[in-house]
């Protein structure tokens, strides 16, 4: 059974950067695409980027295109989420989930629906 556990969230000031990681364990995270989600108070989750299983496409939500990159080092069983030039409106809790049908190019519902294993999220506050 795979398990996923979100690091690196924190408090950072409008125009700063955090790298979030999304760390495997129980299964070999190289088998599964990983996407990465948020949700902000009051609102409902929603998808952020994806990676594909051998990371060869990734997918971005219009909100985060060219701050956002997403990145995976299956060797080490990881996927991380560096993030720049934040803004306020980045604020929320981010969550890591992976799924082996996930992230498929050529099938836009899988990109950010369809996710089986979940982490507990991390808290991300960009203010000043």
């Known amino acids: 059974q795979l398990q996923v556990v979100e690091s690196g969230g924190g408090l950072v000031q409008p125009g700063g950067s955090l790298r979030l990681s999304c760390a495997a364990s129980g299964s070999n995270l190289g088998y599964f695409a990983v996407g990465w989600f948020r949700q902000a108070p009051g609102k409902e989750r929603e998808g952020v980027s994806c990676i594909s299983i051998a990371g060869y496409y990734t997918n971005y939500a219009d909100s985060v295109k060219g701050r956002f990159t997403i990145s995976r080092d299956n060797a080490k069983n990881m996927v991380y989420l560096q993030m720049n030039s934040l803004k306020p409106e980045d604020t929320g809790v981010y969550y890591c989930?992976?799924?082996?049908?996930?992230?498929?190019?050529?099938?836009?519902?899988?990109?950010?629906?369809?996710?089986?294993?979940w982490g507990q999220g991390t808290q991300v506050t960009v203010s000043s």
């Open positions: 989930a992976a799924d082996t049908l996930a992230c498929d190019k050529g099938d836009s519902e899988s990109y950010y629906s369809g996710y089986e294993d």
